[in-house]
């Protein structure tokens, strides 16, 4: 868990636009990361951390994240807190598991441990277009119970980005992303997974530059450290449809990470603990190690828990800085639409073997996603 001390730094930068899959190269993404990373003017955002807090946006960060946490314990019947003697007997640093449900807001929630977003077009294999603007995105599901609150904070100008879109993706707790048919991929014979479009999502920031989303605890796969993928859509319009179409066109990428402490207290938990995957430490993923290379680079999830216990959910928030001047365009590897998912043959990374299977793609078109 990281502590009051990691946040007071300010933002720090991201997790990058690398992403890697079963039997996927990421010498490729590596390089581009390296070569990003040495190129900006800033590690972190420490320089935005007073301009944001005279503004008022860290007392509104404060007061929105302890509603949210508390609506959340309410809505599970978690809202009795323990007593003194009870939390004082917690040995913390030996669970690892951070903060108890009588830590203030305060403490909790003020500063910006954050990640600086890039805007190379790299976003892996596994990326999905048309997905639903939606802040549930659990379906059916399993796992521990996972609020998330996001800010996207501009690196320039230390101002929240308002009204773009964050879209989020991971895969579930047995490790399978939903819409992908692909070698490495779970049960690469299921071509129904194609249709699936749980644990993906798009959010609208608010005036805070803030998007939260309700979703479940990430799985691992092999090679892969446990890690959820961002993306920010600047310039988008929301379809009648509740999508923002398939023409991805102007993104920001990233990708976050949690504690090594709390991701072995999940996988011991059901159905986590059924994943037969070989599961990569923090320290192993090669990806991450190229991100903390750098000085100031902490890709990380604050977080607490909801309860007492880690199945009863938990509660984990970050910034993302951006360069609000730049973006690029974006090859998913499928796309959604009203009729089902449907693989693209042009997208040049669909994990192993190439592109995912599937039927040739229809004109990409604003009209025809779900």
Not at 116 to 128: A, D, F, K, N, R
Not at 213 to 231: C, D, K, L, N, V
Not at 276 to 283: D, G, H, R, S
Not at 332 to 361: D, I, L, M, Q
Request: charged content about 20%; hydrophobic content about 35%; overall charge negative.
């Amino acid at each position: 868990m990281r502590f009051t001390s990691s946040v007071v730094s300010g933002l720090v930068l991201l997790a990058s636009s690398a992403v890697a899959h079963p039997g996927h190269d990421v010498s490729h993404e590596i390089k581009e990361r390296r070569e990003f990373l040495s190129s900006v003017k800033r590690t972190n955002l420490d320089h935005c951390a007073a301009q944001l807090k005279a503004r008022g946006v860290e007392r509104r960060n404060i007061e929105r994240r302890a509603a949210l946490l508390e609506k959340a314990r309410q809505k599970r019947g978690l809202n009795k807190k323990r007593d003194l003697d009870s939390v004082l007997a917690t040995d913390h640093n030996s669970t690892g598991l951070g903060y108890t449900p009588n830590t203030d807001a305060a403490t909790l929630f003020a500063g910006y441990n954050s990640c600086l977003l890039t805007p190379e077009v790299t976003q892996g294999p596994y990326y999905v277009g048309g997905e639903y603007v939606r802040e549930n995105i659990i379906e059916d599901q399993a796992g521990v119970d996972t609020i998330l609150d996001y800010q996207v904070i501009d690196i320039n100008t230390c101002e929240p980005v308002t009204d773009v879109y964050l879209e989020m993706w991971h895969c579930n707790a047995t490790g399978v992303y939903g819409g992908i048919v692909a070698s490495g991929n779970g049960d690469s014979s299921d071509e129904t997974n194609i249709n699936n479009t749980w644990l993906r999502g798009i959010q609208k920031t608010d005036s805070d530059g803030v998007a939260q989303f309700e979703t479940i605890f990430p799985g691992h796969y092999t090679s892969r450290a446990t890690h959820i993928h961002i993306m920010v859509h600047q310039n988008a319009v929301l379809l009648a449809n509740s999508t923002l179409g398939n023409n991805v066109s102007a993104s920001h990428v990233g990708q976050a990470f949690f504690d090594q402490d709390l991701i072995t207290a999940v996988e011991l938990t059901a159905p986590y603990n059924t994943n037969t995957q070989e599961l990569t430490l923090n320290a192993d993923d090669s990806i991450l190690s190229e991100e903390t290379a750098t000085d100031g680079v902490d890709p990380f999830f604050e977080y607490t828990l909801l309860g007492s216990d880690i199945t009863d959910g938990l509660f984990a928030w970050i910034a993302f800085g951006i360069n609000a001047t730049q973006s690029e365009s974006i090859t998913p590897a499928a796309f959604y639409y009203k009729e089902g998912g449907v693989a693209n043959p042009n997208s040049g990374s669909g994990g192993p073997g190439g592109a995912p299977n599937g039927t040739a793609v229809p004109p990409p078109s604003t009209s025809s996603s779900a």
